[in-house]
């Protein structure tokens, strides 16, 4: 069966300090990645989503970004994490034959 | 541009009553559609999708409705049960098989 595993589950930054967030799938190969975040009190905002190795897509512009070195892992990163990067951030795949997405459970960022 | 709305905030039932979630979208090519439910700091688990080609599908408790002439569909939730106090996602397959486009929620509150 398909597992997807996200860590650290909470992280505690501080302002200007380094982000690396990983995500990996088990069980599938070839799956679609994406990288959601999920501000308070809001909806899921695509950051980026990946079709293949080393193939990132960012959806907006921002102090993020993607990287994917291997089928299964994707990666996100700050090089200077700024206090709006607070947040919840999701990690999800999906098959190529599959509609639905499954995701993984989550890190809270709280950058201070 | 939002192609997915689901405009209501939140919702508040009484315990064994019918929830009713709506969401609304605008692109005709969108041809699947899914249901997410999602507790605090954890992700979403997928609940219940619907293709385009249909106008229901029921799973237990839950039923989607989809009105395509109106793009609208529903999410019936009978009987409603403490349990299903969540965040509940409408989502839409894009015209790319990649895209995924997310509703900004409706918070669901089962009261006793």
């Known amino acids: 069966s398909q597992t997807i595993h996200q860590w650290p589950a909470t992280l505690v930054q501080p302002v200007g300090s380094p982000l690396s967030l990983e995500c990996t799938v088990e069980?599938?190969?070839?799956?679609?990645l994406y990288w959601y975040r999920q501000a308070a009190g809001r909806g899921l905002q695509l950051l980026f989503y990946?079709?293949?190795?080393?193939?990132i897509s960012s959806e907006v512009p921002q102090n993020l970004s993607a990287s994917r070195p291997q089928d299964r892992q994707f990666i996100l990163s700050s090089k200077k994490l700024l206090l709006s990067d607070s947040g919840f951030y999701l990690c999800?795949?999906?098959?190529?034959?599959?509609?639905?997405?499954?995701f993984g459970q989550g890190t809270r960022l709280t950058v201070v | 541009d939002q192609q997915v709305k689901q405009n209501s905030p939140s919702l508040s039932v009484q315990e064994g009553r019918i929830s009713i979630l709506n969401c609304d979208y605008t692109?005709?090519?969108?041809?699947?559609f899914l249901w997410y439910k999602k507790y605090p700091a954890e992700g979403p688990t997928f609940l219940i999708s619907?293709?385009?080609i249909k106008d229901k599908n029921e799973d237990g408790r839950f039923t989607v409705f989809l009105n395509k002439s109106a793009k609208h569909l529903s999410l019936h939730i009978v009987p409603s049960q403490p349990g299903d106090s969540a965040v509940y996602f409408c989502?839409?397959?894009?015209?790319?098989?990649?895209?995924?486009?997310w509703g900004a929620g409706t918070k669901l509150i089962i009261k006793p």
């Open positions: 989502a839409a397959i894009g015209p790319f098989n990649y895209q995924l486009i």
């Open positions: 692109n005709s090519m969108f041809d699947y």
């Open positions: 619907i293709s385009s």
């Open positions: 069980g599938t190969s070839n799956p679609n």
């Open positions: 990946s079709v293949g190795i080393g193939q």
């Open positions: 999800a795949w999906r098959g190529r034959l599959n509609t639905e997405a499954f």
